[in-house]
């Protein structure tokens, strides 16, 4: 167990790399508390993996460093960081029963027999591979192969960090949903620090208590769930987390009032944006309602999604997502958007540039 | 339901009649004089199973098949580690990966006799390349028409340098298919190099190794034209494999008859030693 530093942490695939987007990772500081639950959530090539495999030691980093408890294990092998970690397709070895499969981590770090059996009949109870541990792990179905890699994973009790790399990916919707509750009761149960990786936020959001968000190389945001939702610190958090995702306009700002398609549009509290800042104004669909007052919009689809409906609008040529419950209106009808104020924020050159109002919240 | 279509068999009868013309059909003439005696002018007598009888008593016989067994048992023994050895040894990926492979295919392009001939001049005592070195540089006697042991390790050298890259090119088929997940999850698991091997790579390599070994016995366990081109069967009867005893008998003495049976019992020793190992290899799979 280790509290875990990663210190101006950059690392290019490229032997000279020269402009920053020769960097799989830029410029990274983190620090990833003892005992947490994280999900590292973004689009599929932003350098999650690579992140993870600096972590476990399978790739060293082209500049920076990684501590575990403030001790500097950069240069050291995996076996040598006292990490586990799971990928994204099952690897199980063919030749081995499930029993010797799990059973694999603990000898090769020469452990006795009777803790060996001790440790992978628990892990086997609690992944459901009993009935299974003398079967060759060769035949197994693809969602048992991965439960088998997720328990080699597991089944050291001393590991600083347990990594996911989408371990999911190839399991069944269903058992999906049961093998995550899983995990979550697992990391309650054994309080190792767990890392889960996914670009899914459903995923991500039911797994971790802190998510990072990443995109292209960075870290965008780390935040619980609810602070993810409410006040995404870049649009790109705004746009990826939430279904659909938030509204981000166009805006123009002068004199601290910021305007879209020509109206003044009231927003959470005073702008902290630079002059001459790229602005736009974000607001989720779940706040825009549909009233009597407001912006004027052409309804262009209108989506029955179950518990509420997802109305399409267009605005001076940007579109404007509104949820709302009960049947919406017509495609085709002229509407009027009200958004709600202390959750309509700015944002300059992608990052939150409004202040939420004293008292407000 | 499945329904029937007898249509099927029309589409496969091509092939029926190819595999009877070409392997069939002349394997019963063989049958035929297997059974039978001839003294010229196409005048055949019975003769049952006597020609069998002969063979599979015959001391000759036996020398040959033992000795065809040896040489089957040493090249298989050198070539197959020592093709997973350089399977293992050659990059992945990189520009180097086209060179080690067209490096590795050059011995097999060249024809059989060719190989012969070349070993045979390569290894002359006074002027083959290999021949005077060993001879006039390290001074050791080395001459394969003399000396049996020479020619056995002569003829097996030549045997591995010619056929250890069909080895190494389906090893290397089967190590590059490894997915890198693979060797990740090794590392974290903290696994030895040694089990690495023995858990992810052999088992990976095994289809195709089962295939390189079973190409590699049935072929030379049949070999004929190299130790034939550089030994002719020699010195004595030394190097006479079983394909080379056959021909003697067949064509230097003309009994039919004992080189049909021969050639049968020949036939169904590679035909039961090859179903063996297959079937021992793959008999996990199945299950
Ligand atoms: N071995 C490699 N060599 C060169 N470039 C690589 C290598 N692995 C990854 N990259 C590049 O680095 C970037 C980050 O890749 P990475 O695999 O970390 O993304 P990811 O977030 O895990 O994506 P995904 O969700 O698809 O798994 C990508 O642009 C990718 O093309
Ligand atoms: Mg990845």
């Given at each position: 167990m280790a509290k875990i530093t990663l210190s101006k942490l950059r690392h290019s695939y490229y032997p000279n790399p020269k402009t920053l987007d020769d960097y799989a990772l830029k410029e990274i500081d983190l620090d990833w508390t003892d005992g947490g639950a994280y999900a590292l959530l973004g689009p599929s090539g932003c350098g999650k993996s690579t992140l993870l495999n600096i972590i476990s030691g399978l790739l060293v980093p082209s500049e920076g460093r990684i501590l575990f408890d403030g001790q500097d294990?950069?240069?050291?092998p995996p076996d040598k960081r006292n990490i586990a970690q799971v990928f994204q397709f099952p690897v199980i070895y063919?030749?081995?029963?499930v029993y010797d499969n799990l059973a694999f981590p603990l000898r090769n770090r020469g452990r006795d027999e009777a803790t060996v059996r001790e440790r992978v009949t628990a892990i086997a109870e609690m992944l459901e591979l009993s009935d299974l541990l003398d079967r060759k792990a060769a035949h197994l179905s693809p969602d048992n192969k991965q439960k088998i890699s997720m328990g080699r994973g597991l089944v050291r009790q001393d590991v600083n960090v347990v990594m996911f790399?989408?371990?999911?990916?190839?399991?069944?919707p269903h058992l999906k949903w049961k093998l995550r509750s899983k995990l979550k009761e697992l990391h309650q149960r054994v309080r190792a620090t767990m890392i889960y990786v996914t670009h899914d936020q459903t995923e991500a959001l039911t797994f971790a208590d802190q998510v990072v968000v990443m995109q292209e190389g960075e870290v965008v945001q780390i935040g619980t769930p609810v602070e993810l939702f409410d006040r995404p610190a870049h649009t790109f958090v705004g746009h990826f987390i939430g279904s659909p995702g938030m509204n981000i306009l166009p805006a123009e700002v002068s004199d601290g009032v910021a305007r879209f398609a020509g109206q003044a549009i009231p927003l959470e509290g005073p702008i902290t944006a630079a002059p001459g800042a790229r602005t736009e104004i974000g607001i989720r669909p779940e706040f825009v309602s549909l009233g009597q007052f407001g912006l004027p919009a052409t309804v262009t689809k209108v989506s029955d999604v179950g518990r509420h409906t997802v109305v399409e609008c267009e605005v001076a040529g940007s579109r404007v997502n509104a949820i709302v419950s009960g049947p919406g209106p017509k495609k085709g009808a002229i509407v009027q958007l009200e958004f709600r104020r202390d959750q309509t924020r700015l944002y300059a050159d992608g990052w939150l540039a409004s202040e939420a109002a004293e008292g407000a919240a | 339901m499945k329904t029937e279509n007898q249509k099927a068999w029309f589409f496969v009868l091509p092939v029926l009649l190819l595999v009877a013309f070409n392997a069939l059909i002349p394997m019963m003439t063989v049958v035929n004089y297997s059974v039978q005696e001839t003294f010229g002018d196409n005048v055949f007598f019975w003769q049952g199973l006597d020609w069998f009888e002969q063979i599979l008593r015959s001391d000759r016989f036996h020398a040959a098949l033992g000795r065809q067994f040896l040489f089957t048992f040493l090249i298989l023994i050198i070539e197959v580690p020592l093709g997973i050895a350089i399977a293992l040894s050659m990059p992945r990926k990189g520009i180097w990966v086209p060179v080690c492979l067209v490096l590795m295919a050059l011995p097999m392009l060249i024809p059989w006799n060719v190989v012969g001939a070349m070993w045979n001049i390569f290894t002359l005592p006074d002027i083959g390349l290999l021949g005077y070195f060993l001879n006039h540089v390290m001074g050791i006697d080395y001459d394969m028409t003399q000396d049996p042991l020479a020619a056995w390790i002569t003829i097996v050298t030549m045997d591995v340098w010619h056929w250890t890259s069909l080895v190494v090119l389906l090893s290397y088929a089967g190590l590059v298919s490894i997915p890198d997940a693979y060797y990740q999850a090794a590392k974290i698991d903290g696994a030895s190099n040694w089990a690495v091997f023995r858990f992810i790579q052999l088992p990976k390599m095994k289809t195709v190794l089962t295939i390189a070994i079973l190409l590699r016995f049935m072929d030379s366990f049949n070999i004929y034209t190299e130790p034939f081109v550089m030994t002719g069967g020699g010195p004595g009867n030394s190097t006479t494999l079983l394909s080379i005893d056959l021909v003697k008998i067949a064509l230097g003495q003309f009994d039919l008859g004992p080189a049909a049976a021969m050639s049968l019992i020949y036939f169904a020793i590679t035909l039961l030693v090859s179903w063996l190992f297959y079937t021992l290899m793959t008999k996990d799979d199945l299950n």
């Open positions: 294990v950069t240069e050291l063919d030749t081995m029963t790399d989408e371990p999911l990916t190839v399991i069944d | -």
